[in-house]
């Protein structure tokens, strides 16, 4: 699995610990950007969703606080992959992203989430 320390944007992301939320967000600027742009596409998937990036809620119960952001950011990032892979909110796309997760970030907990839903 990647180790965040072992590369300069991901120490600089766990020193500087940025958040994905309304406040980091500019929606009104993201509608403005290239149709076929990440920000303009984030902005239609979560517009046509009522979604906003403050809905995921804080990580609880993890003591460790790199693991609780790393683990916060893991959450926060969920909707710019639905955007990335062009899919939907149902159960299938769900799947599509857990395999994708499982894949790219080595995330052990996914293999157990797609073994429990064949």
């Given at each position: ?6 590369d300069?944007?991901g120490?600089?992301?766990?020193r ?7 406040e980091s967000?500019k929606?009104n ?7 076929n742009?990440l920000g303009?596409?984030y ?8 979604f ?8 609880k ?5 790199e693991?609780?952001?790393?683990y ?11 955007t990335i892979?062009?899919?939907?909110v ?5 799947v599509?992203i857990?395999?994708f997760?499982?894949?790219q970030?080595g ?8 073994r429990?839903?064949?």
């Amino acid at each position: 699995m990647f180790n965040l320390r072992d590369d300069e944007t991901g120490r600089e992301i766990l020193r500087d610990k940025p958040r994905i939320n309304q406040e980091s967000i500019k929606f009104n600027e993201l509608k403005k950007l290239p149709p076929n742009s990440l920000g303009y596409k984030y902005y239609e998937f979560m517009s046509s969703h009522e979604f906003t990036p403050d809905e995921r809620p804080l990580v609880k119960y993890i003591p460790d606080f790199e693991i609780a952001y790393i683990y916060q950011r893991y959450k926060e990032i969920h909707d710019f992959l639905h955007t990335i892979l062009f899919t939907n909110v149902a159960l299938r796309s769900e799947v599509l992203i857990k395999w994708f997760e499982m894949v790219q970030l080595g995330l052990p907990v996914n293999k157990l989430i797609l073994r429990s839903t064949f």
